[in-house]
């Protein structure tokens, strides 16, 4: 079974400030990693995907993340956030079938930009 | 990308009733999965609907509660039934695309249940 944990339930930034969302999870199994967010009263978008090849990927918005296989991380970063960044983001995996196997979502992390 | 609408976008229900929320996708696709987020909580899967077939329920979902129909290959329902306040979540649809293995979401459903 795999599991995933986000480490931030909250994280409230400043506008044009560099911001880090955590990542953990947990499977027996090769798994490829998601990230997708959720503005508010608004249904789920895919920021990034980790399948395999290389650990950096870049994904819309300004977003990447990297996939560290010894620390089973996940870590989404972004160097300079926007106040349209504030929503809600989700750390997921699934096993390596990808669109045909379901998707295990962490608790979320609501990503706050202050002005 | 695939493209998903869902019907209806929000409802009020009292409890006791039973609602169905349509799932519509744009193209073909084998795999469409029923997600649950109850407020301010992570999505939870409820069940994967294969066209032809019996839905396939996790732990803790029953098909009596839950009803899925998979009638064509762009078309789901997910019912809701007899329903409890604690049924008041967000359902969303989602497909699965096997060539970038990757799922998309439709929009949701906001239900409230009195």
């Known amino acids: 079974a795999q599991s995933v944990t986000q480490l931030d339930s909250q994280v409230p930034v400043f506008e044009e400030a560099p911001v880090e969302l955590r990542c953990n999870y947990s499977?027996?199994?090769?798994?490829?990693l998601f990230w997708y967010v959720q503005y508010p009263n608004q249904g789920l978008q895919l920021l990034l995907k980790?399948?395999?090849?290389?650990?950096l990927v870049k994904g819309i918005n300004g977003f990447e993340a990297e996939f560290n296989k010894s620390q089973t991380s996940f870590h989404l970063r972004k160097p300079s956030v926007h106040i349209s960044d504030t929503a809600e983001y989700f750390c997921a995996v699934s096993g390596t079938q990808g669109g045909s196997e379901k998707l295990v979502f962490g608790k979320g992390t609501k990503l706050t930009v202050n002005p | 990308s695939a493209v998903i609408s869902q019907k209806p976008s929000r409802d009020i229900c009292q409890r006791g009733t039973s609602l169905t929320i349509q799932c519509q996708v744009d193209s073909q696709v084998t795999m469409m999965f029923w997600y649950r987020q109850q407020p301010g909580q992570s999505l939870t899967l409820i069940a994967t609907a294969n066209q032809g077939s019996e839905a396939t329920y996790e732990s803790g979902f029953v098909i009596d509660k839950f009803p899925i129909s998979r009638p064509n290959l762009t078309f789901s329902t997910l019912t809701v039934s007899n329903m409890s306040p604690e049924d008041s979540s967000i359902y969303l649809c989602s497909v699965g695309q096997l060539l970038n293995n990757e799922q998309f979401f439709g929009p949701g459903t906001r239900l409230t249940v009195l």
């Open positions: 980790y399948l395999s090849g290389s650990t």
């Open positions: 499977s027996s199994v090769s798994v490829y």
